[in-house]
């Protein structure tokens, strides 16, 4: 297996992964996403389904995740003027009104499109990997995280796998952002770090991360970053997506030459394995 920083694209891994079974996985090979793996929205509950909808398109074997250039806000009610596409592995929230729902990210959300709320895939612990293209544009950033799917409000942490910063990623190294965040779980401490690379972003590379009962280990191209000493102990689901801050930062993109529109998070794939002997838990 390949373990040292390029930068240019590096090779994807064997489908098969020594020591493990694959639980989940998605090559975006088909004519659509498949909607019994993905909900295409983003926390939907605090918006609806059709105005969280992501814009997309599969090519060649890779799923682009889009923004386009008249693509509207998906909740200006709670997030102003941001832009996203992202999909989900699972959805839940309570009845029309209530601040019941995931991901409750500003104190006024209430819910505006009750959900059935559904799980395409929610473990707990595992190896995940996602083979991406980054983004270099200051008015956006792309990252695969996972959170609580939080039928108790205390099962909200969050799992950041990788975070990049358009404003972040240059030609000769790029600085990739990754950690927990525990929201409403008193048993998580906020701990995030940033790693500056030598790779440019922009090319595939392989983001990962192996979720114990008793730790975190985090990777980049094969080589393991570092290991955060703390573990959400319920089941969480994935969010993997592209999004845009308000429309001043895109006017700093057009002047420096960068990408037009559409903005392009591209994803070969995104793979979750079990290791075949399971984990111990902690002593």
Same mark, same amino acid.
């Given at each position: 297996?390949?373990?040292?920083?390029? +930068?240019?694209?590096?090779?994807?891994?064997?489908?098969?992964?020594?020591?493990?079974?694959?639980?989940?996985?998605?090559? /975006?090979?088909?004519?659509?996403?498949? =909607? =019994?793996?993905?909900?295409?929205?983003?926390?939907?509950?605090?918006?609806?389904?059709?105005?969280?909808?992501?814009?997309?398109?599969?090519?060649?074997?890779?799923?682009?995740?889009?923004?386009?250039?008249? %693509?509207?806000?998906?909740?200006?009610?709670?997030?102003?003027?941001?832009?996203?596409?992202?999909?989900?592995?699972?959805?839940?929230?309570?009845?029309?009104? @209530?601040?019941?729902? %995931? !991901?409750?990210? !500003?104190?006024?959300?209430?819910?505006?499109?009750?959900?059935?709320?559904?799980?395409?895939?929610?473990?707990?612990?595992?190896?995940?990997?996602?083979?991406?293209?980054?983004?270099?544009?200051?008015?956006?950033?792309?990252?695969?995280?996972? #959170?609580?799917? =939080?039928?108790?409000?205390?099962?909200? *942490?969050? #799992?950041? $796998?990788?975070? $990049?910063?358009?404003?972040?990623?240059?030609?000769? *190294?790029?600085?990739?952002?990754?950690?927990?965040?525990?929201?409403?779980?008193?048993?998580? @401490?906020? &701990? /995030?770090? &940033? *790693?500056?690379? +030598?790779?440019?972003?922009?090319?595939? !590379?392989?983001?990962?991360?192996?979720?114990?009962?008793?730790?975190?280990? /985090?990777?980049?191209?094969?080589?393991?970053?570092?290991?955060?000493?703390?573990?959400?102990?319920?089941?969480?689901?994935?969010?993997?997506?592209?999004? &845009?801050?308000?429309? %001043?930062?895109?006017?700093?993109? %057009?002047?420096?030459?960068? =990408?037009?529109? +559409?903005?392009?998070?591209?994803?070969?794939?995104?793979?979750?394995?079990?290791?075949?002997?399971?984990?111990?838990?902690?002593?």
């Amino acid at each position: 297996m390949v373990s040292a920083f390029s +930068p240019g694209d590096f090779p994807a891994n064997p489908l098969e992964r020594p020591g493990y079974r694959l639980d989940f996985h998605d090559e /975006f090979s088909g004519a659509v996403l498949d =909607e =019994e793996k993905w909900l295409l929205c983003y926390l939907p509950q605090w918006s609806s389904r059709a105005g969280s909808a992501p814009n997309y398109r599969l090519q060649d074997g890779s799923l682009s995740l889009l923004i386009r250039a008249d %693509q509207q806000p998906w909740c200006p009610e709670f997030d102003g003027e941001n832009r996203c596409s992202s999909i989900q592995t699972g959805v839940f929230a309570g009845p029309l009104g @209530t601040p019941v729902g %995931q !991901h409750r990210f !500003h104190p006024a959300c209430v819910v505006r499109e009750p959900q059935d709320n559904v799980r395409t895939y929610t473990p707990r612990y595992g190896y995940f990997e996602l083979r991406a293209r980054a983004v270099n544009t200051p008015a956006n950033h792309v990252a695969l995280w996972m #959170i609580g799917y =939080e039928e108790t409000p205390e099962e909200s *942490a969050e #799992i950041a $796998i990788v975070e $990049i910063m358009g404003k972040d990623v240059y030609p000769e *190294a790029s600085r990739v952002r990754y950690g927990v965040h525990p929201w409403g779980d008193p048993t998580i @401490t906020d &701990e /995030f770090y &940033e *790693a500056s690379l +030598p790779i440019d972003a922009t090319s595939f !590379h392989l983001y990962a991360a192996e979720w114990t009962p008793a730790q975190i280990d /985090f990777y980049v191209d094969n080589r393991k970053l570092r290991t955060i000493h703390q573990s959400p102990q319920y089941s969480m689901q994935f969010m993997l997506g592209i999004y &845009e801050r308000p429309a %001043q930062a895109h006017e700093a993109d %057009q002047r420096d030459g960068l =990408e037009a529109y +559409p903005k392009r998070f591209v994803v070969d794939y995104f793979r979750a394995y079990q290791p075949l002997a399971g984990y111990a838990r902690p002593k």
